[in-house]
T-cell receptor, first 111, second 117 residues
């Protein structure tokens, strides 16, 4: 399983764009990159998943360079409610594979 | 999206008693479920992988006789903390991936907070 490295914490202000980068140097060919968000006392919630290039949904964008050794989660115009821990996970994406959680990035959005 | 539900969301018990936590996949069949434990300010730690119809696979350092896992159907896995002690107090989270999860997205339950007095 590919190991991931993220910043431990980040601060931002409301309305700003936040970019969280994750390093996964030993990502395998079949691995997908998935980001989860977790609020205190709740289970992680899926944000976005990608394999290469760029993926965008209604809440975030995911940028993956050609070598796939890193990825960047982009949150446009964050609000106070985006304060949470964000986890970058890398895995093959089949039904039976577990994901290994790193420490994640604790994002604090300030007013 | 797919929904995974846990019950109870919180439980308080006396030391020495056993507690069962249920994890259900509500709108898809989960051939595999995972159980995690999370201590305050820490990340999720995988405890075990639960496979429908077979024995669970436990991570190193997790006592299989203390944390009993049963995955009797494609929609239900249970975690029983036997003879619970205060050090077992934690936030337990299950997740499921299954035949409809496509690219391997895991769906997580809401979590169950166990407090052992």
């Amino acid at each position: 399983l590919a190991k991931t490295t993220q910043p431990i914490s980040m601060d931002s202000y409301e309305g700003q764009e936040v970019n969280i980068t994750c390093s996964h140097n030993n990502i395998a060919t079949n691995d997908y990159i998935t980001w989860y968000q977790q609020f205190p006392s709740q289970g992680p919630r899926f944000i976005i998943q990608g394999y290469k290039t760029k993926v965008t949904n209604e809440v975030a964008s995911l940028f993956i360079p050609a070598d796939r050794k890193s990825s960047t989660l982009s949150l446009p115009r964050v609000s106070l409610s985006d304060t949470a821990v964000y986890y970058c996970l890398v895995g093959e994406g089949n039904y039976g594979q577990n994901f290994v959680f790193g420490p994640g990035t604790r994002l604090s959005v300030l007013p | 999206g797919a929904v995974v539900s846990q019950h109870p969301s919180w439980v308080i018990c006396k030391s020495g008693t056993s507690v069962k936590i249920e994890c259900r996949s509500l709108d898809f069949q989960a051939t595999t479920m995972f159980w995690y434990r999370q201590f305050p300010k820490q990340s999720l730690m995988l405890m075990a992988t639960s496979n429908e119809g077979s024995k669970a696979t436990y991570e190193q350092g997790v006592e299989k006789d203390k944390f009993l896992i049963n995955h009797a159907s494609l929609t239900l896995s249970t975690l029983t903390v036997t003879s619970a002690h205060p050090e077992d107090s934690s936030f337990y989270i299950c997740s499921a991936g299954g035949m409809t999860s496509g690219t391997g997205e895991l769906f997580f339950g809401e979590g169950s907070r166990l407090t052992v007095l």
